[in-house]
């Protein structure tokens, strides 16, 4: 019996969606905490959901049309910007730890025998992290500051630790509901 695998028009139209998806979570606007000039977004979780759900191919792809329509000036991140500002300030190197995300959550999982909720968790909180990464450093580089970066990004850890046992959560029932379809993880 062999794996159904989806057609590239169904990977093409899954990259698309979560593209998309990506730029709804952007919808809620960000809240600005402390003096770093980087907000606390729901749509960095968005990335993660990318790659646990779609693989590090298909995620970083997603991730990759999202990153670029907003640089091109579509309003898609979080509180309505875009452009190449949001790029080159403070929050950048979140922005292209995205990219990172969906690439180390969707290996994770692909890794995996089965995409159960500790693999999940595991690939989420990765995601997250390789995000910091990137993000935590390209804040020192911008205020001149890399240990006010670090301690400026610990305001973020509370949330994105909410954000990703929701992440979880959720790929966790679209893995039980939809098995086999990210190429080399949920096997039974």
Partial sequence: MSESRPSASAD???TVVFA????????????????????????????VLAGCLLGARRGAAA??????LAALGLPLLSGGRGGIAPFLGPSGGFLIGYLLSAVVAGLIVA????AGLPVLLLAA?????????????????????????FTQSL?????DAVKVVGA????????????GRLAGAARK
């Fill in 12 to 14: 093409l139209a899954a």
């Fill in 125 to 149: 909180a990765s995601g997250v992290v390789s995000s910091y990464l990137v993000g935590v450093p390209w804040l020192g580089l911008y205020t001149g500051d890399m240990a006010a970066a």
């Fill in 111 to 114: 890794r995996s025998r089965k």
């Fill in 155 to 159: 305001v973020f850890v509370p949330g």
């Fill in 63 to 68: 991730v990759a049309l999202f990153l670029a």
């Fill in 20 to 47: 998309a998806f990506i730029a709804v979570l952007g919808i809620f606007p960000g809240i600005n905490v402390g003096g770093s000039g980087v907000p606390i977004v729901l749509q960095n979780i968005g990335p």
């Fill in 168 to 179: 979880a959560l959720v790929a966790s029932v679209v893995h039980r509901a939809l098995p």
